[in-house]
């Protein structure tokens, strides 16, 4: 029987590459995004490739009649939820002295409450199978090292993790897995629109930056994220649950810049 997986935010990035790994792996994907255009693309690279069968659920996250729908039109199409993966993202770059009410609130629900619903959506489907289920939600880094901006996006990475544990607390007996994936800086759209007071693109200062922490020196591709969340979805991983995977290069557990490193131990780094 062909498993089915639905990933949120499948149009760029890291959902772009997750999508794709799961059709080289002989999946049915359906495809959750606002640009359906994007998602065309996408279908029309895995069908020629693979020879996949992608289903397009185009919507908005912040529309919360979306989520229900995109569960349902992937049973109508298919009959089945195998793995569903959390990862649309949206967020403001300011601090919570400027943030509007207005931007928080779109936030949370993109960010947490939609991933909190196609979870339940999907996990009433996957039950209902009497066969296992699994669930990624994509967290952040910054969830555990905050920058002081984009406060709502902290907040609701933080609540993804929190989320997974309850998720996989409450699924657990019927036989779905519930993980989290935690990524560092990855060269993604999301990661390339950081702005200075004067409306310069400082992007790549910032990424030279994290780079400096990071014992890997380098920023992941999103293509790395994807295959781990493909592992993480196969059997495989079957006793992996109510957790939450670091792929950040070594950035968390570092304690200052390579720069400064050198400056004591120029020999050793």
Not at 256 to 269: E, G
Request: charged content about 20%.
């Amino acid at each position: 029987m062909e498993k089915v997986a639905l990933i949120s935010g499948a149009s760029r990035g890291i959902g772009y590459e997750t999508a794709f790994k799961f059709a080289e792996q002989g999946y049915r994907i359906a495809v959750m995004a606002r640009d359906e255009h994007e998602l065309i693309k996408l279908r029309d690279a895995a069908e020629s490739k693979w020879g996949a069968e992608v289903l397009i659920v185009a919507g908005d996250l912040a529309d919360s009649a979306y989520w229900k729908a995109a569960v349902e039109t992937t049973v109508a199409r298919w009959g089945r939820v195998d793995v569903l993966v959390n990862n649309a993202a949206w967020r403001t770059i300011e601090t919570m002295k400027t943030i509007h009410l207005e931007d928080w609130e779109r936030t949370v629900r993109i960010c947490l409450t939609a991933p909190a619903f196609l979870a339940k959506y999907a996990a009433a489907v996957m039950a209902a199978q009497q066969d296992t289920g699994v669930i990624i939600n994509i967290s952040s880094v910054m969830s555990q090292r905050a920058g002081g901006y984009s406060p709502a996006y902290i907040a609701c990475k933080g609540g993804m993790e929190s989320l997974t544990y309850e998720l996989a607390t409450c699924y657990g007996r019927d036989r779905i897995r519930v993980v989290g994936v935690s990524p560092g800086n990855v060269q993604t759209a999301m990661s390339g629109d950081y702005q200075d007071a004067k409306g310069n693109n400082i992007s790549k200062q910032l990424e030279a930056e994290m780079n400096e922490m990071t014992p890997l020196g380098r920023a992941a591709s999103p293509r790395e994220i994807a295959e781990l969340v493909a592992w993480l979805a196969s059997d495989q991983a079957s006793f992996i649950t109510g957790t939450t995977i670091l792929a950040d290069g070594g950035f968390s557990h570092n304690f200052n810049s390579y720069a400064s490193k050198k400056l004591q131990f120029p020999r050793a780094f």
